[in-house]
């Protein structure tokens, strides 16, 4: 009974009668479906497609410190402490875009790299998939910030960055999601590295 149940729920529950792209540009487009929904009636759902996969690096070196990126976000009209991040464009390949985004915003260059998660940004409005991988076995280079970036780069101890994000310092979903799975990965007595 259990797995007719699990399956019935797997199915999709939502007719779309029509859609409309509303908005479009070089990272996002936003479409408007009329649906019937999955309790019969009818309504509207938006929807945000990232043209871009988000990217995120853990930097992991020798001493167990970590590489912190500061930046005001203008969508949040606020500061941000975060782990390195950037977008991969679609059909490209993430790790490239991951070793690209480290080097551009840190200055740094990694000889191992290990993906340490995937997950859905905001699964109701949108289809933003972010990547996050773990960097180690550094090597310093000079940043290259776009030109749209004011970055400050901090260098501090793994459990500094998670102390932040208890504190609530460090909001970005991404950098709170990669610095609880590998606070999770060294509590369970693995490596990182």
């Not at 500061?70 to 941000?80: D, E, I, K, P, T």
């Not at 782990?83 to 551009?104: F, N, Q, T, Y």
């Not at 030109?147 to 994000?165: F, G, N, S």
Request: aromatic residues 8%; hydrophobic residues 40%; glycine residues 6%.
């Amino acid at each position: 009974m259990h797995q007719k149940q699990e399956k019935r729920t797997m199915e999709n529950p939502w007719s779309v009668l029509d859609k409309q792209d509303v908005y479009d540009n070089p990272w996002i487009r936003v479409t408007e479906y009329n649906v019937i929904n999955p309790s019969g009636g009818k309504g509207i759902y938006g929807k945000v497609h990232f043209k871009n996969i988000a990217i995120g690096i853990l930097v992991i070196d020798a001493d167990q410190n970590t590489f912190l990126i500061g930046q005001y976000r203008f969508v949040l009209n606020a500061y941000s402490w975060e782990i390195p991040e950037g977008g991969c464009p679609e059909g490209s390949d993430p790790l490239e875009s991951a070793k690209r985004e480290l080097l551009e915003e840190a200055g740094l260059e990694a000889l191992q790299w290990k993906e340490l998660l995937q997950m859905h940004l905001s699964n109701s409005v949108s289809d933003e998939l972010a990547i996050v991988f773990m960097a180690t076995d550094l090597v310093q280079k000079t940043p290259q910030p776009e030109e749209t970036e004011q970055l400050v780069i901090r260098k501090l101890p793994l459990q500094d960055a998670l102390d932040m994000v208890e504190r609530g310092t460090i909001t970005d979903a991404i950098s709170v999601a990669a610095l609880q799975k590998a606070a999770l990965l060294l509590e369970r007595g693995h490596p990182l590295f």
